[in-house]
């Protein structure tokens, strides 16, 4: 009886990590972060990867954003908008998250970063609770400089961009800092003080796994 070789080969399963993106433009300030993360973060996710389901302008609102998040394979949510200790608002001032008042699969499993007002004082640490491994936000107002403005947005971009390139919370942050600390740097070598001083602020205010501790999160968190 001739004995026959059977070959076995490795099939290796990936799922598409998807993001989802609420942006608010609706006015100046919101406006301005909006056309920079445009330019320069959602091309960058894409290019390493990432699915990114987009709820900008009009559809950043609740009743849009809220099956969204709930959906499979959804690891990451990012977006910019305004918002106060413990909501985070979409277009026209439409609540997309409250505290207390979503539902836990929103945030479970999840890494969230949103530029935005003091969110990171309650918002952030109950989607902790709720599951979420990693918020990255800001525990008092975000303030930028008009002529000025990309290198706040670059600042904060960063932790999307660190992220896609699968790093953890904690080296996130690390990169992120050092950032924050070379622009803040040239600012002041450049005698623009008072600028230099506002993003020196929202550094130290930034609040995450390794700028706080556990309520935002975990340090080891990362994107598979």
């Known amino acids: 009886m001739?004995?026959?070789r059977i070959r076995t080969r490795a099939v290796e399963l990936s799922?598409?990590?998807?993001?989802?993106?609420?942006d608010s433009n609706y006015e100046p300030v919101t406006k301005a972060a909006y056309e920079y993360r445009e330019r320069h973060v959602y091309p960058y996710l894409t290019s390493?990867?990432?699915?990114?389901?987009?709820f900008q302008g009009t559809l950043a609102r609740r009743y849009y954003v809220a099956p969204a998040v709930r959906e499979p394979g959804v690891d990451y949510i990012t977006g910019?908008?305004?918002?106060?200790?413990?909501?985070?608002?979409g277009d026209q001032?439409?609540?997309?998250?409250?505290?207390?008042?979503?539902?836990?699969?929103?945030?479970?499993?999840?890494?969230v970063h949103l530029l935005s007002c003091q969110t990171a004082r309650e918002l952030g640490p109950d989607f902790v609770q709720s599951g979420c491994r990693a918020y990255?936000?800001?525990?008092?107002?975000f303030t930028f400089y008009p002529d000025d403005q990309d290198i706040f947005f670059e600042c904060d971009?960063?932790?999307?961009k660190a992220f896609a390139d699968g790093l953890s919370a904690d080296k996130v942050y690390a990169r992120v800092k050092k950032l924050y600390d070379k622009r803040i740097a040239e600012l002041y070598a450049a005698g623009k003080l008072y600028?230099?001083?506002?993003?020196?602020?929202?550094?130290?205010h930034l609040r995450c796994p390794s700028a706080g501790g556990s309520a935002w999160g975990d340090p080891a968190a990362k994107l598979s």
């Open 2 to 4: 001739a004995s026959r």
């Open 15 to 22: 799922l598409e990590v998807t993001v989802v993106a609420i």
């Open 48 to 54: 390493k990867g990432f699915r990114i389901n987009k």
């Open 80 to 89: 910019v908008g305004h918002g106060l200790s413990d909501l985070y608002t």
């Open 93 to 111: 001032g439409d609540v997309v998250f409250r505290q207390g008042d979503y539902h836990p699969d929103e945030a479970a499993g999840k890494i």
């Open 136 to 141: 990255f936000g800001y525990d008092v107002n």
């Open 157 to 160: 971009s960063e932790i999307d």
């Open 195 to 204: 600028v230099a001083a506002a993003l020196e602020t929202d550094r130290d």
